[in-house]
């Protein structure tokens, strides 16, 4: 099996542009409709502009957006045609907050189906989901004076 080119490169982003499933993705997050702000991109483009903060060394979504205009192979990935026109980390924010497990649930199981297909009903898969897991959010929490741990002085 052949490797995979290196992180960031136009060679990986163009061999991964074929397996995003774009039309699944404007259907399980459909744009919005009605009162308020007109979307400027689509679902597709937005979830392939979230995908570029996990392929490109770009790991926060301000340094993203203000390379995204520079690179146009990553322009090209996302489908966003024009320079002046890149989603903004704000719109990137609010994107991700659309995007609960069971929809990224949906988009794994897309994907993992012709891989299921092409080894047969023997193989078994296992997938890692943190999402039932509890966040360890009390490890800094003040506790009061009587609930703490003292030391007897020597």
């Not at 060679?11 to 702000?37: F, N």
């Not at 979307?39 to 937005?46: D, I, P």
């Not at 994907?111 to 897991?133: E, Q, S």
Request: proline content about 9%; aromatic content about 8%.
């Amino acid at each position: 099996m052949p490797a995979l080119p290196a992180v960031g490169s136009t060679e990986l982003l163009e061999r991964l542009s074929l397996y995003v499933p774009d039309a699944l993705v404007c259907a399980l997050i459909p744009r919005h409709k009605g009162r308020g702000r007109r979307t400027e991109f689509s679902s597709a483009q937005l979830f392939r502009t979230l995908l570029l903060s996990v392929l490109t060394p770009a790991r926060s979504f301000n340094l993203l957006c203000r390379m995204l205009p520079e690179n146009r192979a990553w322009r090209r990935f996302a489908f966003l045609p024009r320079k002046q026109a890149v989603p903004g980390p704000r719109m990137l924010h609010e994107f991700r907050q659309k995007l609960p497990p069971a929809t990224l649930r949906a988009v794994n199981a897309y994907l993992l189906l012709p891989l299921l297909d092409h080894f047969g009903a023997v193989t078994t898969v296992a997938v890692i989901d943190a999402t039932d897991l509890r966040a360890a959010t009390n490890a800094y929490k003040k506790t009061a004076p009587e609930n703490s741990l003292r030391i007897a002085p020597r």
